[in-house]
């Protein structure tokens, strides 16, 4: 079984900055790509960003893109959402996910909800105006 948990979530005014961070624990794959999702008040789930296991690719939602950055420290078994230059419709609790797809599989569909199989519990993002 695999554990997700999300951290670093909080208050932070627009044009601020926070670093999410997704420990990955339990009984995983060799190797699994990761992504970061969030949910908006009576919104949808959406995607923001993914990162391969390599971390060679990187993918990011037209909303995010330039101001966020994924990125993962294997050996610690962390993924990271560093989050600049917030704005208030980034407010939405943010998950962390785990894929255990890659090759052109996870490269055509890694938007897609479909593709992670574990979810952490999520962290608040608040940005205030």
């Known amino acids: 079984q695999v554990q997700l948990v999300e951290s670093g979530g909080g208050l932070v005014q627009a044009g601020g900055s926070l670093r999410l961070s997704c420990l990955v624990s339990?009984?995983?794959?060799?190797?699994?790509?990761m992504g970061w999702f969030r949910q908006a008040p009576g919104k949808e789930r959406e995607f923001v960003a993914t990162?391969?296991?390599?971390?060679?690719?990187?993918y990011y939602a037209d909303s995010v893109r330039g101001r966020f950055t994924i990125s993962r420290d294997n050996a610690k078994n962390t993924v990271y959402l560093q989050m600049n230059s917030l704005k208030p419709e980034d407010t939405a609790v943010y998950y962390c996910?785990?894929?255990?797809?890659?090759?052109?599989?996870?490269?055509?569909?890694?938007?897609?909800?479909?593709?992670?199989?574990?979810w952490g519990q999520g962290t608040q993002v608040t940005v205030s105006s």
């Open positions: 339990g009984r995983t794959y060799s190797t699994y790509a």
């Open positions: 996910a785990l894929c255990p797809y890659s090759g052109s599989y996870y490269y055509a569909n890694h938007a897609s909800l479909r593709l992670y199989d574990s």
């Open positions: 990162i391969s296991w390599s971390g060679g690719s990187t």
